[in-house]
């Protein structure tokens, strides 16, 4: 019987790491080490840490999913400023040609409908200019480009974080102050952006959803990498560049 259990202790400490004695009475002595440490073997693998972990991991992956949806609105409205912006100018470069041309022809002509005329097309473009300055879509376009840039990189991090939670290679503890570290900077980041609308969250949650602008396949990613780095070897058709005749 003392030799059974002996034995048992010796796959213990095997388990846990610790060096075998080499008399009984010395394995006698290590009774307390294989305790402790069978004690913290249980206690990494209970099932109340596992669920802990579990809900960190889903507390950081829902914030993922706001930072790539916020990210992705603030590029839909610089994507929409930028075509009214566009826009404004041709409008405005149309209405000083229309004007200049009617001025013209009342120089020449002198006639009663190019003055009228003429008239009207200066008033709307100092409208539109007034309008366009009021509104300066550059610079609203600008303050998104910032948001959008600052929330790229706080993706980034979260899904750098996310990786590390699922291979566990840092702990809860560093997990969650990594969190709380992201979660104030993204504070920061909302507190100075600027306000998006409707249509640009449509837009948002179409290209994310139906077009998949932010998800690729293992295939494309290996194409962008080096034949060194690719997770499987690509065909001889794949490999090769396409030609353009």
Same mark, same amino acid.
């Given at each position: 019987m003392r030799k059974i259990v002996l034995w048992q202790w010796r796959v213990e400490l095997l388990a846990c790491g610790i060096p075998l004695p080499q008399t009984d009475w010395s394995l006698l002595m290590?009774?307390?080490?294989?305790?402790?440490?069978?004690?913290?073997m249980t206690?990494?693998?209970s099932p109340q840490n596992s669920s802990a972990s579990a809900a960190l991991?889903?507390?950081v992956r829902d914030e993922f999913g706001r930072a790539a949806y916020s990210h992705k609105t =603030? &590029?839909?409205?610089?994507?929409?400023?930028n075509r009214s912006a566009l826009l404004d100018k041709r409008l405005a470069a149309l209405l000083t040609a229309a004007t200049a041309g009617n001025t013209i022809g009342v120089l020449v002509t002198e006639a009663r409908w190019a003055e009228v005329s003429a008239v009207i097309l200066s008033a709307?473009?100092?409208?539109?200019t007034i309008y366009g300055a009021s509104r300066n879509r550059e610079r609203l376009a600008d303050q998104h480009r910032q948001t959008a840039n600052g929330l790229w990189l706080l993706r980034e991090r979260y899904i750098h974080l996310i990786g590390d939670l699922r291979a566990g290679v840092i702990t809860e503890d560093e997990g969650r102050r990594l969190r709380d570290e992201l979660? =104030? &900077?993204a504070s920061q980041i909302y507190a100075s952006a600027?306000?998006?609308?409707?249509?640009?969250?449509?837009?948002?949650?179409?290209?994310?959803k139906v077009d998949e602008e932010l998800t690729f396949s293992a295939k494309e990613i290996d194409l962008l990498l080096p034949p060194a780095l690719r997770s499987a070897p690509l065909s001889p058709t794949a490999s090769q560049p396409n030609k353009i005749p």
């Open positions: 290590l009774d307390g080490a294989a305790f402790w440490c069978l004690k913290s206690m990494t693998s991991l889903d507390v =603030h &590029q839909k409205m610089i994507d929409g400023l709307v473009a100092l409208m539109l979660t =104030h &900077q600027p306000d998006t609308n409707a249509n640009a969250y449509e837009a948002a949650q179409k290209a994310l």
